[in-house]
T-cell receptor, first 114, second 111 residues
Framework: KQEVTQIPAALSVPEGENLVLNCSFT??????LQWFRQDPGKGLTSLLL?????REQTSGRLNASLDKSSGRSTLYIAASQPGDSATYLC?????????????FGAGTRLAVHP | NAGVTQTPKFRVLKTGQSMTLLCAQD?????MYWYRQDPGMGLRLIHY???????AKGEVPDGYNVSRLKKQNFLLGLESAAPSQTSVYFC??????????FGPGTRLTVL
């Protein structure tokens, strides 16, 4: 059974730091991996989608990498800002169970203080 | 272009009552999903639909029913609510790329 783990569960950093959020999954048979952002009391916003054939995706200050063989993904945030404070969730779409399903990690709660 | 919308935003039920949550999307997406989110856990898939008139069970389907009579709408029903169904419910939709777009959520409390 596919399981997704995110470490750390919470992270507090000063503004301006570069930081890395980690996501690991137990079964490398995946179609793709997505990173989401969730603000308190809000829905999820898709940040980056990495197909299984890709190794990384970039959007602005965000860079996500995927190492399928080791079951790991990282989300790199450059020059963090207080507006980046949110919970970040990763999710994988596993071969087993169908292309259009997502298995989520519990998230990393990020606080960026001025 | 509203994206994915959910109604209601909040609801309080008594044990045994029934209710329906409505999800609507205006992106012409084929796939739609219902998730629940509980504290300390990631989102878990309840039911999903791969097209109008089709539904399928997800990870935690017990106690819920769904219907997809129109492509743009996906309804989640609780026939007899239980306290264990207190949660935040999210609807999502996607095209064939599987990049999922989420609604703002419905916060449900069952007393």
């Amino acid at each position: 059974k596919q399981e997704v783990t995110q470490i750390p569960a919470a992270l507090s950093v000063p503004e301006g730091e570069n930081l890395v959020l980690n996501c690991s999954f137990t079964d490398s048979a995946i179609y793709n991996l997505q990173w989401f952002r969730q603000d308190p009391g809000k829905g999820l916003t898709s940040l980056l989608l990495i197909q299984s054939s890709q190794r990384e995706q970039t959007s602005g200050r965000l860079n996500a990498s995927l190492d399928k063989s080791s079951g790991r993904s990282t989300l790199y945030i450059a020059a963090s800002q207080p507006g980046d404070s949110a919970t970040y969730l990763c999710a994988v779409s596993p071969f087993s169970g169908g292309y259009n399903k997502l298995i989520f990690g519990a998230g990393t709660r990020l606080a960026v203080h001025p | 272009n509203a994206g994915v919308t959910q109604t209601p935003k909040f609801r309080v039920l008594k044990t045994g009552q029934s209710m329906t949550l409505l999800c609507a999307q205006d992106m012409n997406h084929e796939y739609m999903y219902w998730y629940r989110q509980d504290p300390g856990m990631g989102l878990r898939l309840i039911h999903y639909s791969v097209g109008e008139g089709t539904t399928a069970k997800g990870e935690v389907p017990d106690g819920y029913n769904v219907s997809r009579l129109k492509k743009q709408n996906f309804l989640l029903g609780l026939e007899s609510a239980a306290p264990s169904q207190t949660s935040v419910y999210f609807c999502a939709s996607s095209s064939y790329t599987n990049e999922q777009f989420f609604g703002p959520g419905t916060r449900l409390t069952v007393l």
